[in-house]
């Protein structure tokens, strides 16, 4: 089994493409993953069942949300097990009871803000809650730059951000996710920085140092400190494509934004340990990593060869276990 990482960061890679898919299923992309009260792990992807929830086990609990999905990208869950779902081909946010009954929708699907505008949604891409009260954060995403906040009941508060390099302007806000305290946290993708905000979106600090391409992030206490785990993608191009600790790969960084640990140093690959595309990341109660990846959207410009077989499946899903 290949391990990554050293000392109180060690993990084992438990295979190629975690999960127990029966016969002919695939998730031809796993685009996000969250994990609900009791460590079941919710899967959103773009093969035929859109979620599939698993145990910590890897055993298929249920599926659902087929027929509903245009593009799935990014997935939530709240303080009660409801499911929060960002399709960033419909331009919208869903939430769902944990068996996939539709509760709300946030936007008007298939209708998308004029691109740039600061209005939502244009191509939105994932969503966060405030474990507090409730109130949703949704980054805004490919055609926008912006961070929407809502009411519980999907009532717009406000709005912030712009186009830009400065303190609260964005490249790609392309995941957010919150911590205990409310802090709303952007992954400013192509800014190459992790954004922090209060929770109505006053610029408090970023962590921009040694990232590479931050395509998610996710915060956890449960080790009895504040970790930050960012999935970041590759930051070189095409002459240095072979470069290394360029990304892609997980780092876990202390509440300050210090790097702790680097998993994966190489450049992209689908051999076990070895990274693509992190898309989405969460964590467990036990500190086991689950990391969701896209490789056919994401080819860095062809410098991953297209599939020559429509069915194959490049990895989507690792999990990263934790040894100590």
């Known amino acids: 089994m290949t391990t990554l990482g050293?000392?109180?960061f060690?993990?084992?890679?438990?295979?190629?493409n975690w999960g127990n898919l029966p016969e002919g299923w695939s998730f031809v992309e796993a685009?996000?993953?969250?994990?609900?009260?009791h460590d079941n792990v919710h899967v959103f992807n773009r093969g035929s069942h859109p979620m599939i929830v698993f145990d910590s086990s890897g055993n298929v609990i249920r599926t659902w949300g087929e027929g509903v999905f245009s593009n799935p990208h990014g997935v939530a869950i709240g303080p009660d097990d409801s499911v929060y779902c960002v399709d960033n081909g419909d331009h919208v946010v869903r939430?769902?009871?944990?068996?996939?009954?539709l509760l709300m929708t946030i936007g008007v699907p298939g209708k998308p803000a004029p691109p740039m505008s600061?209005?939502?949604?244009?191509?939105?891409?994932?969503v966060a809650i405030d474990q507090r009260n409730g109130d949703l954060f949704v980054s805004d995403g490919y055609q926008n730059a912006r961070v929407h906040k809502y009411s519980p009941d999907g009532r717009h508060l406000l709005s912030w951000g712009e186009s830009g390099t400065d303190e609260g302007h964005f490249s790609l806000p392309h995941n957010v996710t919150t911590d205990k305290d409310g802090w709303v946290y952007v992954a400013d993708r192509e800014n190459q920085r992790i954004q922090v905000f209060d929770s109505n979106g006053k610029f408090e600090e970023q962590f921009g140092l040694n990232l590479a391409r931050p395509g998610c992030v996710f915060v956890d206490y449960r080790s009895g400190e504040k970790l930050v785990y960012v999935g970041e993608?590759?930051?070189?191009?095409?002459s240095n494509s072979s470069g290394m600790r360029i990304g892609p790969r997980v780092?876990?960084?202390d509440a300050e934004g210090n790097a702790l640990a680097r998993l994966g140093d190489q450049t992209f690959g689908d051999e076990p340990g070895r990274f693509l595309s992190p898309h989405g990341i969460a964590v467990d109660s036990r500190g086991d990593i689950y990391v969701a990846e896209v490789s056919r959207t994401e080819n860095y410009g062809g410098l991953i060869p297209p599939l020559t077989d429509p069915k194959k499946e490049r990895r989507s899903l690792q999990k990263l276990v934790k040894k100590n």
């Open 95 to 101: 939430k769902f009871t944990p068996d996939g009954k």
């Open 118 to 126: 600061g209005d939502p949604f244009s191509t939105p891409t994932q």
């Open 233 to 238: 993608f590759f930051a070189g191009f095409s």
């Open 6 to 8: 050293a000392g109180r």
């Open 31 to 37: 685009t996000a993953v969250a994990l609900d009260s």
């Open 10 to 16: 060690t993990y084992e890679v438990s295979g190629r």
């Open 251 to 253: 780092s876990i960084l």
